[in-house]
């Protein structure tokens, strides 16, 4: 069955202390897309990233930074030299091209950056 | 500026009374859906919508109910039959089918029972 796990319920960093957030996947479909959204304390969820099964690039965009390996199932997010405002609950999530209906989530992980 | 608004952002219900919480969309995308949010859970799907008039369930679709008249519009109605209705629910919109494309979210609406 498909399932996203974050592990960690809740992390806090001093200000400019990287941070890594783990996510882990179980999926028999072997067309899927991973996703990570950012939901600050506003509410709405924030598109981070997209990677497709096909393409194990690690990608970095300015202090943030994915490590995809299918081998271990894992779709880990980074975020170096952390600041306040990255303090925010943090969702992985999953879609598979054999069930397009739905968008699975993990159970998210509070980031909590202080000064 | 394109989005998803979601109103109103707190709401309150009564014992026995619908409620009805409103999403509306300019970004001209055709799938829209509704999750429910709980303290240290994820996004549970309530309904999906993938193109107007037509509307499906989600995992948790039991005491809400939604219409799909306007391709911009998506209510949804929690009902008296919902009997834990208090959440944080979230509307989102994407192009196509979730499968490959990021789904877009409103600020959500806070619903409490009185």
């Known amino acids: 069955a498909q399932k996203v796990t974050q592990a960690q319920t809740e992390i806090s960093v001093v200000e400019k202390e990287d941070v890594t957030l783990d996510c882990v996947y179980e999926?028999?479909?072997?067309?899927?897309?991973l996703f990570w959204y950012k939901q600050p304390p506003s509410g709405e969820l924030v598109f981070l990233i997209r990677r497709n099964s096909f393409d194990e690039q690690n990608e970095i965009s300015g202090r943030y930074s994915w490590n995809f390996q299918k081998s271990t199932s894992s779709f880990n997010f980074t975020i170096t030299a952390s600041q306040v405002v990255d303090s925010a609950v943090y969702f992985c999530a999953l879609s598979e091209a054999d069930n397009t209906d739905k968008l699975i989530f993990g159970t998210g992980t509070r980031l909590q950056v202080f000064p | 500026d394109g989005g998803i608004t979601q109103s109103p952002k707190y709401l309150f219900r009564k014992e026995g009374q619908n409620v009805t919480l409103s999403c509306e969309q300019n970004l001209n995308h055709d799938a829209m859906y509704w999750y429910r949010q709980d303290p240290g859970q994820g996004l549970r799907l309530i309904y999906y919508s993938q193109i107007v008039n037509d509307f499906q369930k989600g995992d948790i679709a039991e005491g809400y109910s939604v219409s799909r008249e306007k391709k911009e519009s998506f209510p949804l109605t929690v009902t008296s039959a919902q009997k834990n209705p208090t959440a944080f629910y979230l509307c989102?919109?994407?192009?196509?089918?979730?499968?490959?494309?990021?789904?877009?979210f409103g600020d959500g609406t806070r619903l409490s029972i009185l």
């Open positions: 999926t028999r479909d072997t067309t899927y897309y």
């Open positions: 989102a919109s994407s192009i196509g089918g979730s499968w490959n494309q990021p789904q877009h």
